[in-house]
């Protein structure tokens, strides 16, 4: 390992990571850059992604907004960061997800490894059969409205990895930025602060 790394963070790591935003695809961020773009220079944007995580020197760029329609009319609004802040984002969540997985219910199913919708219907199905009624609840643009300090909190409660921290808090930071890709390839838009 670098010894004039700020933070030990192993290449792998992001290696590990790369492969796992690829799987699962997505679209291109702000920045307009694809999958197939970072692969054209692969080895490098890797390289310069570990080089920033590992020095403490990595910003995430802008995450781009994209209004999406609901089904019961209106809209919501989608981020997309851009590949290489996935990628950044997949590090973080390879490191934290065992520390804090532990700890979630057991009927928890959304954004859990080995979970998934079709896990949620099929325990519903079961328990239809068991109970005459059934408690649903949707907090409205909760990740909109969290209050990151005390989101903060409860990270801090389950690790005390500096650079966790510190790349979490800077997410948290970001700004949302509407664009538009114009035919000619450039971008316009504006940028919002996300949550509060």
Request: net charge positive; hydrophobic share 35%.
């Amino acid at each position: 390992m670098d010894k004039t790394k700020s933070f030990v963070i192993p290449r792998e790591a992001v290696k590990q990571a790369y492969e796992q935003v690829k799987a699962n695809k997505g679209s291109a961020g702000i920045d307009g850059q694809s999958i197939e773009g970072f692969e054209e220079n692969l080895e490098e944007n890797l390289y310069k992604l570990w080089n920033r995580m590992s020095s403490g020197s990595y910003f995430p760029p802008p995450v781009r907004a994209v209004e999406i329609p609901k089904k019961s009319g209106g809209k919501r609004m989608l981020g997309i960061p851009s590949v290489s802040d996935r990628i950044a984002q997949m590090v973080v969540k390879i490191y934290l997800e065992p520390m804090v997985e532990p700890h979630f219910c057991q009927d928890s199913y959304g954004y859990r490894p080995e979970k998934s919708a079709i896990d949620a219907i099929a325990i519903t199905r079961q328990r239809c059969w068991k109970y005459d009624w059934v408690l649903e609840y949707d907090i409205k643009a909760l990740f909109d409205a969290i209050d990151h300090e005390l989101l903060m909190r409860a990270v801090t409660r389950h690790t005390d990895c500096k650079w966790i921290i510190l790349y979490i808090r800077r997410w948290l930071a970001s700004p949302l930025e509407n664009s538009r890709w114009k035919n000619n390839g450039e971008k316009s838009g504006n940028a919002t602060r996300r949550g509060n």
